[in-house]
């Protein structure tokens, strides 16, 4: 009789479903969870543009983009065929920031900013796995091609998606002049760089923003 009795009871509570309380708890729960993990990329981004709270006055070496423009506009996909934009968002674990190289025509220009990108990524040291590098390409002269395995290995090839054309954000024309574009780990397009910037103006810029950010 008391088991049959306990059952009717447990049986009841699980029909009935959570209580308005356990509700409101478990949604703050859920909120707490989500300002930890995602609060601190938030106020580095506005304090990066803003230089709210940001005592060394440091101010951008590359060209922000205002607004931002969502990675998934730029219409690239992985050569197995996965969209870039996938990568990121808050459901993903460990999000990195990246550095896309892009370029019409890969000429001297172009590989100067993949050896740019690399060796700013290298300087990164302990950092440097919190950033990952890519190249949009519209064409690789041969000799290029056959130094990419030795000398770009860890630089990923991007591909426009099936049926589409790139869609760059404005003010950015990669068949006029290439660029690295900087991704960060929400999956926004935030800013640019070009022969104009030395090594130095991106690396202080990356290291910023990681310093603010725990995520990515």
């Not at 060394?56 to 983009?65: I, K």
């Not at 290029?144 to 090839?157: H, K, T, V």
Request: hydrophobic share 40%; net charge negative; glycine share 10%.
């Amino acid at each position: 009789m008391t088991m049959t009795m306990a059952n009717r009871i447990s049986n009841q509570e699980q029909n009935e479903g959570p209580t308005p309380e356990q509700a409101r708890r478990g949604r703050r729960t859920a909120f707490l969870l989500f300002a930890l993990g995602f609060g601190p990329m938030i106020v580095a981004t506005i304090m990066f543009y803003t230089g709210w709270l940001n005592p060394a006055g440091h101010t951008n070496n590359g060209v922000l983009l205002q607004p931002v423009a969502p990675v998934s506009t730029l219409n690239l996909e992985t050569a197995s065929g996965t969209p870039l934009a996938e990568r990121f968002g808050p459901d993903k674990a460990d999000p990195d920031w990246l550095m896309i190289v892009t370029a019409g025509q890969c000429g001297g220009q172009c590989e100067e900013l993949l050896y740019l990108a690399r060796q700013v990524n290298i300087a990164l040291g302990k950092n440097a796995n919190r950033v990952s590098r890519a190249a949009a390409l519209g064409s690789v002269p041969s000799d290029l091609q056959a130094r990419w395995s030795s000398e770009y290995s860890s630089m990923e090839r991007l591909v426009p998606a099936a049926g589409a054309q790139p869609n760059w954000p404005s003010g950015i024309n990669p068949d006029a002049e290439p660029r690295i574009l900087l991704v960060d780990p929400f999956g926004n397009v935030m800013m640019h760089y070009g022969s104009e910037h030395t090594g130095k103006d991106m690396l202080e810029d990356l290291k910023h923003l990681l310093k603010l950010s725990q995520i990515g």
